[in-house]
C-alpha cells in the first residue's frame, strides 16, 4: 500500500473518478470500521508503519479525538466532514485495534508528537539474538551450524558496544533484518560478507562519524567469525 498523508484516503475524500470528475470515496480505515461495526464480536487490526512519520492530526482529522479508549462509543459518533446527512455519523469501534510501528532511532524523529503519545502504549522492541527462534530461523535457512553461535556472540557484543555508546544507546542496537538470511541460501559467507560490508558498515561509520579506526576494528570483528 502506498504512503498516506492526509485525511482522504484514509477516512473519507473527494478523489478523481477517471472520467475528468471526482467522487466521495470511503478511505481504508472508514471501511474498516464499518466492517468492525457490523462484526462486533470480531477483532480487527490495523498496522501502520513508520507512524510518527505521518501527521496524525491531518490523516484522522476529526477522528483523531475518536480512536481515544475512552471515546469509542456510538454516542460520541461524530459528522464527517464531507457527510450530507447529518444523522450519517461515524465513530470508531472498540473491537478496532491500532499497532503502529517507529524507529525512535531516526534522528530527525526524535520528538515524538504527543497527540500520538496520548493516544497510544508504547511497547519497545528489542533485537533478541539469543532467543532460541533466532538460531532456530538461522538453522532452516541452511546457515551452516560452525557459524550461527559465533555469529550471535558477534552481533550481541555489537549491540553492547552500541547501547553503552552514551551518543547512541539501545534505540540503535543492530536489529534481525540485516541479518535474515534469503530462503534457499547456499553460500552463506558470501552473503553474510556483503551483509556487512554493504548494510552495516555504512550505518556504523553513520554513528561513529570521527572513529574510522573503531568502524574498521567492528566490521573486521563481525567478519572473524568466518576464519
Not at 492530526?57 to 464531507?82: C, V, Y
Not at 552514551?166 to 556483503?194: M, N, Q
Amino acid at each position: 500500500m502506498s504512503p498516506i498523508f492526509d485525511e482522504e484516503p484514509f477516512i473519507q475524500g473527494y478523489r478523481p473518478d477517471g472520467k475528468g470528475g471526482f467522487e466521495l470515496r470511503n478511505g481504508i480505515f472508514f471501511e474498516l470500521c464499518r466492517t468492525a461495526q457490523a462484526n462486533p464480536e470480531q477483532s480487527y487490526f490495523l498496522v501502520i508503519d513508520e507512524i510518527n512519520r505521518g501527521n496524525l492530526s491531518k490523516i484522522f482529522g476529526e477522528l483523531l479525538m475518536l480512536i481515544e479508549a475512552d471515546k469509542r462509543n456510538p454516542n460520541l459518533a461524530l459528522q464527517l466532514t464531507h457527510t450530507r446527512d447529518p444523522a450519517d455519523k461515524f465513530y470508531v469501534p472498540n473491537n478496532i485495534h491500532l499497532i503502529g510501528t517507529m524507529n525512535t532511532a531516526d534522528r530527525s524523529l526524535s520528538v515524538v508528537d504527543y497527540a500520538l503519545r496520548r493516544r497510544f502504549a508504547f511497547i519497545t522492541l528489542e533485537a533478541e539474538f539469543q532467543s532460541p527462534k533466532y538460531s532456530e530461523f538461522l538453522t532452516g535457512r541452511k546457515v551452516p551450524a560452525k557459524f550461527i553461535r559465533p555469529l550471535i556472540q558477534a552481533l550481541t557484543n555489537l549491540n553492547d558496544t552500541i547501547e553503552k555508546d552514551k551518543a547512541l544507546g539501545s534505540g540503535f542496537s543492530i536489529g534481525h533484518s540485516f541479518f535474515c538470511p534469503p530462503v534457499g541460501l547456499t553460500d552463506f559467507e558470501s552473503w553474510y560478507r556483503k551483509v556487512v560490508q554493504f548494510e552495516v558498515v555504512p550505518l556504523l561509520s553513520e554513528y561513529w562519524l570521527d572513529e574510522s579506526e573503531k568502524v574498521k576494528a567492528e566490521a573486521e570483528t563481525l567478519l572473524r567469525i568466518l576464519d
